[in-house]
């Protein structure tokens, strides 16, 4: 059972790096998505945000780094790498390439992504598309 709901999130990455908005929505037509700078979203919220950031990174990539199961869980730890070439979350298109890291939990049921939870470094992401400054060592207190 857990090798099959491995391949269910990897289906989900693949379709996720072919830009397939409706195969997206297929697998998480049930899901509440759990995402720390958007909060909780579902059906056409959850449909828009996708949509929003495959929009914004035309060429996103997910690579799966790391993945583990158990009975009902997906853990992977993952890498994405895009440009920037829409808007993202109010931040107009800068044209840069990015590179960010994060971890998804995904809860599976009946073989349907029903939950996840997704942590990601939206600080670097942010430091990358020039919103945040960036900690250089001349910072540094002495």
Same mark, same amino acid.
């Given at each position: 059972?857990? $090798? #099959?709901?491995?391949?269910?999130?990897?289906? +989900?990455?693949?379709?996720? !790096?072919?830009?397939?908005?409706?195969? =997206?929505?297929?697998?998480?037509?049930?899901?509440?998505?759990?995402?720390?700078?958007?909060?909780?979203?579902?059906?056409?919220?959850?449909?828009?945000?996708? $949509? #929003?950031?495959?929009?914004?990174?035309?060429? +996103?990539?997910?690579?799966? !780094?790391?993945?583990?199961?158990?009975? =009902?869980?997906?853990?992977?730890?993952?890498?994405?790498?895009?440009?920037?070439?829409?808007?993202?979350?109010?931040?107009?298109?800068?044209?840069?390439?990015?590179?960010?890291?994060?971890?998804?939990?995904?809860?599976?049921?009946?073989?349907?992504?029903?939950?996840?939870?997704?942590?990601?470094?939206?600080?670097?992401?942010?430091?990358?598309?020039?919103?945040?400054?960036?900690?250089?060592?001349?910072?540094?207190?002495?």
């Amino acid at each position: 059972m857990t $090798a #099959s709901i491995g391949a269910i999130v990897q289906e +989900l990455f693949q379709e996720i !790096n072919s830009h397939d908005l409706a195969t =997206i929505m297929d697998l998480c037509s049930e899901c509440v998505y759990h995402l720390p700078l958007v909060g909780e979203l579902r059906g056409e919220a959850l449909r828009q945000f996708f $949509a #929003s950031v495959l929009k914004a990174f035309p060429d +996103l990539q997910r690579t799966v !780094n790391d993945q583990f199961t158990d009975d =009902i869980h997906v853990t992977t730890r993952w890498i994405c790498t895009g440009a920037h070439k829409g808007p993202f979350m109010g931040i107009a298109s800068t044209g840069k390439r990015v590179t960010f890291t994060g971890i998804s939990i995904h809860r599976i049921a009946d073989g349907r992504i029903i939950e996840e939870w997704q942590e990601w470094d939206s600080l670097g992401l942010m430091q990358q598309l020039g919103v945040i400054p960036t900690f250089k060592s001349q910072d540094r207190a002495a």
